[in-house]
């Protein structure tokens, strides 16, 4: 079956999964600004058409350190949250924990920088876009057909030589996969269903969705690979560290079984002994297995 391609593919949010799951898929081949920020606080619709919003407007007040104030609400061990006053989205990835935000901001704007002007290069030179918006389970509310036709009129006024399409998948609660509610029209679709992810001995909402639900919905599209030389090349290296890595904890894994078994090994051999009994041949063999 033939795929429907797009020069550029690109996450809105809500959450960090959209783009996780646009990577996956290699729909994604690029860090862009969008990737990990949302705005819970505007609730579905108003997230959807905020980030449309500043997508239309260049990212204009985007990060500006005098507009970010402290919000522990979306802590994690490993950062600090802000909430960003002049555009409301949270960025929970930029301050590590025990640091500072005087001590962060300055690499946090270079690379943000350095993300904005990739991304409206390529929507800019893009003839074909897709933007791709996944709710976060937390935000509540849902986007519906009149918030689409905002963004996509939005989008045309900004871009007139590019052709749009959004892709909206709402978090419905109690509507099951097979009972999805679709709605398609020109520029877009609509999925609405419940692909909330819980633990297997309570009812505790995890930060994760269950993301091998959204496979179908992926799968008819592609992207055109709009990495440069340089790009590849270091995604190249990327991937082969990744790999050596891998490689390394797998043998790692392997010579500490390896060491385990023959001290179990060694350890019975001596108390069958102390018993005076013979190590039978089958236990040998399985410390040699």
Request: include cysteine; aromatic fraction near 12%; hydrophobic fraction near 40%.
């Amino acid at each position: 079956m033939s795929k429907e391609r797009f020069d550029f593919i690109f996450p809105l949010g809500a959450g960090c999964s959209c783009s996780m799951m646009l990577r996956e898929k290699g729909l994604q081949l690029a860090s862009f600004p969008l990737d990990w920020v949302g705005t819970p606080d505007f609730g579905a619709a108003g997230d959807i058409r905020a980030k449309t919003d500043i997508v239309v407007g260049r990212f204009e007040n985007w990060f500006r350190k005098e507009n970010l104030v402290r919000s522990p609400v979306y802590d994690t061990p490993r950062h600090l949250s802000y909430l960003d006053r002049g555009t409301g989205l949270y960025f929970t990835h930029d301050v590590a924990a025990g640091s500072s935000l005087d001590a962060d901001y300055p690499a946090a704007r270079e690379k943000y920088a350095r993300r904005i002007d990739r991304f409206l290069q390529l929507l800019s030179g893009a003839r074909r876009v897709l933007a791709v918006w996944v709710n976060d389970p937390r935000i509540p509310g849902e986007v519906g057909e009149e918030d689409l036709r905002y963004c996509l009129d939005a989008f045309a006024r900004a871009y007139p030589r590019a052709g749009f399409k959004i892709v909206a998948v709402n978090c419905v609660h109690g509507v099951k996969p097979s009972d999805m509610r679709v709605a398609i029209g020109e520029g877009y679709e609509c999925y609405s269903f419940d692909y909330r992810a819980f633990t297997e001995c309570s009812d505790d909402l995890v930060w994760e969705i269950r993301r091998d639900l959204f496979a179908p919905l992926l799968e008819r599209f592609e992207v055109a690979d709009y990495r440069t030389r340089a790009e590849k090349r270091a995604n190249a290296r990327r991937e082969k560290a990744r790999a050596m890595e891998k490689y390394r904890a797998t043998s790692a894994l392997d010579l500490w079984l390896t060491r385990l078994k023959f001290k179990v090994y060694r350890h019975l051999k001596r108390s069958l002994e102390r018993k005076g009994v013979a190590l039978e041949p089958c236990v040998a063999g399985i410390a040699q297995a």
